[in-house]
């Protein structure tokens, strides 16, 4: 269903926003209460933020989640609970907000109440750990990553079925990352190596063996500067113009790979340790978020180097590294997910432009996250120059670089924040409230990632039992019985 722009003039919101005018049929002249999805009287409050979070984000994510000004003016004095489906189709009826249809915020005030949360349905088990997982941008196909070469890119609109099975080239350890072309044509994977491979997703063949059935093109992130040292890609993904790919490595750089020259553009020695997580924070291409083991997170404009190696600021705030970031898309917010067991809010407006001098907070213990729980006397120390705008708390961050993730824009306003977790579940929290709004549990071992549906509320979950299970709010039916049957796995420590 498409829905056109509205008519709303953005300056009679009172402040400026660089993404509102783009935004604007999500947002109703007026329409400022919010009727949040409302968590059970079971939820759990995580947010540092009490009791509702305060800041601009805030009021975006509830203009573009919550219904017209005249549906909960139905309910007086009940302005707090959702404006019921029922409800909101007699209004609209009756042109309460004198459109004569649905606005995108009265419609993901609908569809973000159904949470994928029923199942689950098995995708598919392998013998192997699950890394890494995503939808496409349609949502038409899904990828998954397994330790042991595999790639698998399932047909979603054919029943799940698997449209191409990769078996990786030159795999250290496991596919860390992997990357969809924006036309959806081409998939690059990374592992531990510098060399990053991309494969044909449109050839017809659906066995793809690196340079048997298939040439798997491999793009040298390797240079004489790095003097023999073999580093490895923890994460690339591509740039929305499907030109540039961006990479962050083991030997602490961010790497950008022009495709149509074939060689590397642009390095940057962007931390003091091994770069996590990298992602382009809009459209534009030009700016790059990056997250490290050093417990910052960074902002680098292509357009503007003021030096070599230097960003355009820092956000303080983890007390342990960083495993994951995940922009909300508009060139200002992000998520990232930590090693200190939080999930951090950032406004990129409230950067550093440098790092501080005492950035690291002392502690008195050790540890090491791949096999130590976090220590308990940690568990409430809080950063003295924490620059988050706010922290959520309930998941666990242990054993490898678990992801996070904003929900989708078009079916939920992104009013949801969502993650796996070394505990084997999924947690769904809400973005201003804090509120644990959902945890799905099914698992037997860390979820380290999952992805929710573009468009349809339907989330995969991916684990290191090598299990793809399908979350999902369907009209009617219960879930079919998981098979009991288990393979034998062997396990590997790193």
Partial sequence: MFFGPSEFDADEMGYAMSRLEIEAEFCDA????????????????????????????????KLRSSPHQRFSREVPGRHQLPVSTVRMLAGRESNFSGRGRFSAADCCHMLSRYLPVKGPWLVDQMDSRAYVSQFSTDGSLFIAGFQAS??????????????????????????????????????????????????????????????????HDGLDFSSDEDGGYSFGIFSVKFSTDGR???AGSSDDSIY?????????????????SDVNTVCFADESGNLILSGSDDNLCKVWDRRC????????????GHLEGVT???SRGDGRYF??????????????????????????VLRNYEWDYRWMDYPTEARDLKHPSDQSVSTYKGHSVLRTLIRCYFSPAHSTGQKYIYTGSNDSSVYIYDLVSGDKVA???????PVRDCNWHPHYPTLISSSWDGDLVRWEFPGSGEAPIMSKKRVRRRHFYY
């Fill in 30 to 61: 007026g329409g400022k209460d919010f009727c949040g999805v409302g968590s059970s009287s079971g939820s759990q409050r995580s947010s540092e933020h009490l009791p509702d979070l305060d800041h601009e984000i805030s009021q975006v994510t």
């Fill in 335 to 360: 998520i990232s997910n930590g090693k200190d067991q939080t999930i951090k809010l950032w406004d990129i407006r409230k950067m550093s432009s440098g790092v501080p001098a005492r950035h690291e």
């Fill in 305 to 316: 180097f003021i030096g070599r190696d230097k960003p355009a600021g820092v956000l303080v």
């Fill in 150 to 215: 595999h790639i698998r890119i399932y047909n979603v609109e054919k029943g799940w079925k698997v449209q191409k099975d990769i078996l990786a080239k030159s795999l250290r350890w496991t596919v860390t990352d992997t990357s969809l072309s924006p036309d959806q044509r081409n998939l690059v994977y990374a592992s531990m190596s510098p060399i990053v491979h991309i494969v044909d997703v449109g050839s017809g063949t659906t066995e793809s063996h690196a340079n048997v059935t298939e040439i």
């Fill in 439 to 445: 945890v799905l549990k099914h698992h037997s071992s």
């Fill in 244 to 246: 540039e790919l961006v």
């Fill in 256 to 272: 950008v790979y022009d495709l149509e020259a074939n060689r590397v553009s642009l390095r940057t020695v962007a931390h003091t």
């Fill in 324 to 326: 994951f970031i995940d």
